[in-house]
Nanobody
């Protein structure tokens, strides 16, 4: 299984970025998917998730600003991030797993893509 993120970069506060994650080696439609982020010295935190059935959930910090989506036919998931804030600066990781939301555990992870938001 391989997950490859793209779309990170630097943006000013208030701007937008769209992260994408391409998956291979797995039947994507069966899996829950998610986006996590991590900054140095802090634990990795869930930003948004989307179940195999398409149900979405978000961290409070992401609600109203971020939108997660998936395209099973293309084996991709995306995270549209609007109204970005400096505190959104982090390494963002794509993850997936069978029944991940229920189990509380994602099994596969990408290498991450850096998002930097300047004030």
């Amino acid at each position: 299984v391989q997950l490859v993120e793209s779309g990170g970069g630097s943006v000013q506060a208030g701007g937008s970025l769209r992260l994408s994650c391409a998956a291979s080696g797995i039947i994507l439609r069966l899996n829950d998917m998610g986006w996590f982020r991590q900054t140095p010295g802090k634990e990795r935190e869930l930003v948004a998730g989307i179940s195999a059935a398409g149900t979405t959930w978000y961290a409070d910090s992401a609600k109203g600003r971020f939108t997660i989506s998936r395209d099973n036919a293309k084996s991709t998931q995306s995270l549209q991030m609007n109204s970005l804030r400096p505190e959104d600066t982090a390494m963002y990781y794509c993850a997936l797993g069978l029944g991940a939301r229920t189990r509380g555990k994602f099994d596969y992870w990408g290498q991450g893509t850096q998002v930097t938001v300047s004030s």
